[in-house]
């Protein structure tokens, strides 16, 4: 059998002619390789090229591998322009031999483009260090401004004034478009009041979304505690031609068909003691058709404007007593009295629960502080109601104040040390004193029709100025102002003790008191001619069957509602801050957050809580 094995590493030779040959071939390479050559057979010194590449007999025959050689030749001839500076490094001179660094140096040009580009990118890095190491420095130190301790501490000084830090950049409480011949006045009580807040809604475009404006929210709600027929919307506010607009629309909108708006500074802007605020607007619609309610007013921060349950038992209170008033329905505990805790035609005197944090809470119970033998609650002053007489067809203002407990028929002291009307031709008591969630200390004045969007789209200035004492109870006042001048005052013998309802003394309000207003279209059944103010609107532009009925064929949309400033002065003890040492409210908040962010929560049990006990009814001490 054949063996067609090979030994390991044998190679097959081919014939004894191939292996001389092979031979011949190793010994040459062996010879020039002593002589002094490194790689391969001698070369001519001759360049090849293309030509000879044609002529050579390997391609010869072969029409395909022309043309290609003629395809490179050309595109070597037309595509390669060498300037020929670097031939020196690949072709030496003839007889030079190889040249040295030193000479390849010598022979290279000094400025070429590679050359330029290198040292510029060199300089330019350069002058960035430069720039960013001593440049930046320098700059800062001569354009920075030093900001300033004020004399106290901090940046801004901060406890220098018992307010806010002057921080440039920061925004400023006061507007810088207030013109300065404004920043101080003489108030109607002979004090002197400096502005501390004001806000011109000069910039065109803002917008009051949550987060959006450091002072103002607008909210997204529905205000169905005075069945109201719009739905807040923030997109309804907003500023143009140096006017805060906030506009009504005829517009379906969470199944209700108006949209308005409502601009609140619920905790994140109070002022306390002693303001003076004033607004200049203009009203919507004219005094020829009844039913839009534009409001601007003011109101506790212990309850937030449209969220029920954070108002039951808190609003409208204003009072710091323990005894009878404090109670639910302002009867004793067994409910059998007294005689006036039911109104003349039978109906009880008052609904209201009882007062939630009075000062006859017992000790460890529920409350905001400082502590329990404090009354607290959330008193609401009116800059303004704005209405319609129509049976005059004239527009009025509704300039009141709310409080709890009650007069015996919501009775207040109308005489002249508790009350002074300054213009009776133009001013008159409202008619209308309050029903069993609210006492109304309120008057009526008449106004001009140039005031309104729809005749000649004027304005008018509107305000109040209040001033309290807990040291002095009795010394306080509220004045209102309607289209520049004084209209009425108020004086607290207006709601002194009443002993027919056995109530003591009810306050000017001593509560951190946040902004509030808007537009409200509202309607009200009860008294065609007068105002029924209900839970507070902000400044805020509505409609309610529970303020005047509302003439839809007379109403035009969209209607709008102007406002050109709020400006808000103190006395020199007034304070701003809606969490005060001695009226705290932040902590109550933030223990209370979901009665304070759902207001669709109606009361105070629904969200989840329960009424402090009070020692007249519960046994505590």
């Known amino acids: 059998m054949p063996n067609h094995s090979k030994p390991r590493g044998s190679r097959r030779r081919g014939s004894s002619a191939e292996r001389d040959s092979e031979c011949a071939l190793l010994e040459r390479n062996r010879q020039q390789h002593s002589a002094g050559r490194r790689y391969g057979p001698t070369a001519s010194s001759t360049a090849a090229g293309f030509d000879a590449l044609l002529s050579s007999s390997y391609i010869q025959g072969k029409p395909e591998a022309q043309h290609l050689v003629r395809g490179l030749n050309k595109w070597s001839s037309d595509s390669y322009e060498d300037d020929g500076w670097d031939d020196y490094l690949r072709n030496p001179e003839p007889g030079h031999g190889k040249l040295t660094f030193e000479q390849k140096d010598a022979r290279r040009p000094v400025l070429n483009m590679r050359g330029l580009s290198n040292s510029g990118c060199l300089v330019l890095l350069l002058a960035c260090l430069v720039t960013l190491f001593v440049g930046y420095p320098l700059i800062s130190h001569f354009t920075q401004a030093t900001l300033s301790t004020n004399g106290a501490y901090n940046l801004g000084g901060i406890n220098s004034t018992g307010q806010v830090p002057l921080i440039d950049k920061l925004p400023s409480l006061v507007d810088r478009d207030t013109p300065s011949s404004t920043y101080t006045r003489v108030g109607y009580d002979g004090e002197e009041y400096n502005l501390v807040f004001s806000d011109e809604f000069n910039r065109d475009g803002r917008t009051f979304y949550p987060g959006d404006d450091p002072y103002w929210t607008a909210v997204d709600i529905h205000y169905w505690s005075t069945n109201d027929l719009e739905w807040y919307d923030p997109s309804a506010i907003t500023t143009k031609d140096g ?9 379906s ?12 500074s619920w905790n ?18 004219s005094p020829g058709a009844s039913g839009f309610w534009p409001g601007v007013w003011m109101m506790g921060n212990l309850g937030r404007p449209g969220y029920g349950a954070t108002t039951e038992g808190t609003w409208p209170y204003t009072y710091d007593s323990c005894d009878l008033g404090t109670l639910k329905n302002q009867t004793n505990a067994s409910g059998t009295g007294p005689p006036a805790a039911t109104n003349p035609d039978g109906t009880p005197l008052s609904y209201l629960p009882g007062q939630r944090m009075s000062a006859c809470t017992c000790k460890g119970e529920d409350h905001a502080g400082p502590d329990v033998s404090y009354g607290r609650g959330v008193p609401e002053i009116d800059v303004l109601e704005g209405g319609v007489n129509v049976t005059a067809s004239v527009g009025q203002v509704s300039q ?37 969630y609210q006492q109304a200390v309120s008057s009526l004045t008449n106004l001009d029709s140039s005031v309104y969007q729809l005749t000649s789209g004027g304005f008018g200035v509107y305000g109040f100025e209040y001033y309290t004492s807990p040291s002095s109870r009795t010394s306080g006042h509220v004045t209102w102002v309607a289209e520049g001048e004084k209209a009425w005052t108020l004086y607290p013998a207006a709601i002194a003790p009443n002993a027919a309802s056995m109530v003591s003394q009810r306050l000017i309000s001593e509560e951190p008191m946040a902004m509030n207003g808007g537009f409200l279209d509202a309607f009200c059944p009860l008294n ?3 105002f029924a103010s209900s839970i507070s609107q902000i400044i805020n532009f509505g409609m309610s069957d529970n303020f005047q009925a509302v003439d839809y064929n007379h109403l035009s949309w969209p209607a709008q509602m102007l406002v050109d400033y709020v400006r808000v002065y103190q006395r020199s003890d007034g ?26 929560l109606t009361t105070w049990e629904q969200a989840g809580y329960t009424m402090p006990k009070n020692s007249l009814i519960d046994n505590c001490t």
Not at 270 to 283: A, D, G, K, P, T
Not at 580 to 592: L, V, W
């Open 268 to 285: 994140q802007l109070c002022f306390q003691y002693s303001v003076y605020i004033e607004v200049r607007l203009s009203l919507p619609g």
């Open 243 to 251: 006017n805060l607009v906030i506009t009504m629309n005829q517009e």
């Open 253 to 264: 909108i969470n199944n209700l068909n108006f949209k308005s708006g409502m601009l609140q």
């Open 400 to 436: 009141s104040m709310q409080v709890a407990p009650f007069d015996a028929a919501y009775e207040f002291v109308n005489t002249s040390n508790g009350a002074i009307i300054y213009n009776t031709t133009k001013t008159s008591f409202n008619s209308y004193k309050g029903g069993q």
């Open 575 to 600: 304070k701003v801050g809606c969490d005060p040492a001695d009226r705290p409210t932040s902590d109550y908040i933030s223990r209370h957050l979901n009665a304070y962010s759902n207001p669709n």
């Open 528 to 530: 065609s001619l007068y």
